[in-house]
């Protein structure tokens, strides 16, 4: 049995999904900017997706412009928002220490075009200060940019609460909510946000699509520019079939949201309690609490968690580190190191996401495989350090 614990990263299609997607490609071949039939068939399935993404997050259509992902859409929201607001003076933004890449290079970007950007942080919960975000806020900011939910370790930030502080100075404020769409209750109006980012394939649909919500009134430049796509808001010929696939997982997430949250929470406090109880020196990071169902953030003292996730691996289970290989280099974490944790606990961090097709049996299977394979590793690890 192969189990898939990385949902996080991406998740499978729901079958319902996968045939949407097949039936538009081979059926919904117009152009949607056409003005003949086939053309307004692909318009009107646009439509209803919008419509359906739109529900789920609980927003007007015309407030939801397509993307081909989250990356996408957090540049389109920070880029286009800096590029709407440079003439007025406003020159820095502001964001979490532990934002994912497509947010944190974005601002690397920016700087070298002259503006100030400020990271917020974090503390071992791995949760923004409000206060914190007040300290930092000026008259010259255009732009918060905090993330809903972080992806390694789960953790749900007070989105409302951070909106309020920084509408009072003045300040847009912009979600990453990536990691929530389709796992949690979303309701832009309730997070009082200004601008949402979202991205299909992290709740069973497919890769390629994704959308940004905007709140009607939000001064906004484009960042693709060509034709009058999406209300003049993003040039580019829209993907039919990936965004009809959107809609149909919006319509599945919002229709099993309630169960489906209760009974992932449940596996995942199965697959953390079993691992907390049959592997010594184990801990949870980032604050058990506040977090998505579906994730956990493990720590496995004297264990280079890259050798373990290779170890899963070959035995059949697909994790993630939450750092990345790059060059053959490691790169630890910067959301952990962010936390403030040693580099030890770091470099021996497993993130373990589950979703729509995980079992009972395969947390016990996990639960079953960890002891002797960490064992293993820091026995070696012992005996290399004896070796020394």
Excluded at 110 to 122: D, E, F, I, K, S
Aim: net charge neutral; with cysteine; charged share 20%.
């Amino acid at each position: 049995m192969r189990v898939y614990f990385d949902y996080n990263a991406t998740t499978p299609l729901a079958p319902e999904v996968a045939e949407a997607v097949a039936v538009a490609t081979r059926d919904l071949f117009g152009n949607a900017s056409s003005v003949h039939h086939f053309g307004q068939q692909a318009k009107a399935a646009l439509d209803e997706a919008r419509s359906a993404i739109a529900a789920l997050v609980h927003a007007d259509p015309s407030e939801i412009v397509f993307t081909s992902g989250g990356t996408e859409a957090d540049n389109f929201a920070i880029r286009g928002a800096a590029d709407a607001l440079e003439s007025s003076g406003r020159r820095q933004i502001i964001a979490s220490a532990i934002e994912h890449e497509a947010v944190l290079n974005t601002l690397k970007s920016l700087a070298r075009r002259g503006w100030q950007t400020t990271m917020l942080p974090v503390d071992q919960t791995g949760i923004v200060s409000p206060d914190r975000l007040r300290e930092l806020l000026t008259d010259t900011t255009a732009l918060v940019s905090v993330m809903h939910a972080n992806n390694e370790i789960g953790t749900i930030q007070p989105i409302a609460e951070l909106a309020t502080i920084a509408h009072a100075r003045g300040a847009l404020m912009h979600t990453d909510a990536v990691q929530t769409v389709g796992k949690i209750p979303v309701d832009v109006r309730a997070l009082g946000v200004d601008l949402l980012s979202l991205s299909a394939h992290k709740f069973n649909g497919p890769k390629g699509a994704g959308a940004l919500w905007i709140k009607r009134g939000t001064r906004l430049q484009p960042i693709l520019t060509g034709g009058k796509h999406e209300r003049n808001r993003r040039a580019g010929t829209e993907n039919v079939p990936a965004i009809v696939g959107m809609g149909v997982a919006a319509r599945l997430a919002a229709a099993k949201m309630a169960a489906e949250s209760a009974r992932v929470a449940a596996l995942r406090d199965r697959l953390e309690d079993g691992i907390l109880r049959g592997v010594p020196g184990t801990a949870v990071n980032g604050d058990p609490r506040s977090r998505v169902p579906n994730t956990t953030n493990i720590s496995f003292d004297h264990v280079e968690a890259e050798s373990l996730l290779i170890a899963l691996d070959l035995d059949g289970v697909a994790v993630s580190t939450g750092s990345a290989c790059s060059s053959g280099t490691l790169e630890p974490s910067h959301v952990l190191r962010a936390m403030g944790y040693p580099a030890g606990r770091v470099q021996s961090s497993l993130r373990f996401s589950l979703g729509l097709f995980s079992t009972a049996e395969e947390v016990d299977r996990v639960i079953s495989a960890l002891p002797p394979l960490v064992e293993k590793l820091r026995s070696l690890s012992r005996r290399h350090e004896v070796a020394r």
